[in-house]
């Protein structure tokens, strides 16, 4: 039972472009959400992150948007570069004490963004 | 400044050996994670430890044991390997929401 997917094994963008990722959850519980970012021989690394009561979140290139009634967030970045060719894991925590903040994670989406 | 390191970086395995995956973070993390990652899985968690001397069950915790005699320290031990064990194996600690820090990971295969 998987409770966070993110259905697009991979997405392949033109450099300068927008690449958006997607990830859809349904344990209406999770009250936070974040983007994680993987290099090949290496752990992932912290992107960005959205409180379950905001919409959106902004840092720079990377927005994360999120729709509660959908279950649905998104990781857009503007404009898009070579060297954000990686995997990216979409995580949500669940709320409450007895989460201890722990993440589920979707099963990633690979970008490639060609020059 | 190493952050989370985790040895060996690679080790292949017979079925029913035994190993045990070592974690140590210098930056006095009081939560610790050990998770998998398999293709078309994502990572799912296998067992963490909110403090020294405490441990609990995440998702995926069979065939598996963990340790946390030392704050700095989070110990996976397999104690009879099994091809369904063949994974990369993520060692995680946390400082606030935000302040998940990875190791860059123990591939492991089990033949």
């Known amino acids: 039972d998987q409770q966070v997917k993110q259905n697009s094994p991979s997405l392949s963008v033109q450099e300068g472009r927008i690449s958006i990722l997607n990830c859809d959850y349904t344990n209406s519980m999770f009250d936070y959400f974040l983007w994680y970012k993987k290099y090949p021989a290496e752990g992932p690394t912290f992107l960005i992150s959205?409180?379950?009561?905001?919409d959106k979140n902004e840092d720079g290139r990377f927005t994360v948007f999120l729709n509660k009634s959908a279950k649905h967030l998104s990781l857009h970045i503007v404009p898009s570069q070579p060297g954000d060719s990686a995997v990216y894991f979409c995580?949500?925590?669940?709320?409450?004490?007895?989460?201890?903040?722990?993440?589920?994670f979707g099963q990633g989406t690979i970008l490639t963004v060609h020059p | 400044n190493a952050g989370v390191t985790q040895t060996p970086k690679f080790r292949v395995l017979k079925t029913g050996q035994s190993m045990t995956l070592l974690c140590a973070q210098d930056m006095n993390h009081e939560y610790m994670y050990w998770y998998r990652q398999d293709p078309g899985m994502g990572l799912r968690l296998i067992h963490y430890s909110v403090g020294e001397g405490t441990t609990a069950k995440g998702e995926v915790p069979d065939g598996y044991n963990v340790s946390r005699l030392k704050k700095q320290n989070f110990l996976l031990g397999l104690e009879s390997a099994a091809p369904s064990q063949t994974s990369v194996y993520f060692c995680?600690?946390?400082?606030?929401?935000?302040?998940?820090?990875f190791g860059s990971g123990t591939r492991l295969t089990v033949v």
């Open positions: 995580a949500a925590r669940g709320a409450g004490g007895t989460s201890y903040g722990k993440l589920t």
């Open positions: 995680a600690s946390r400082e606030g929401l935000d302040g998940y820090t």
């Open positions: 959205i409180s379950s009561i905001k």
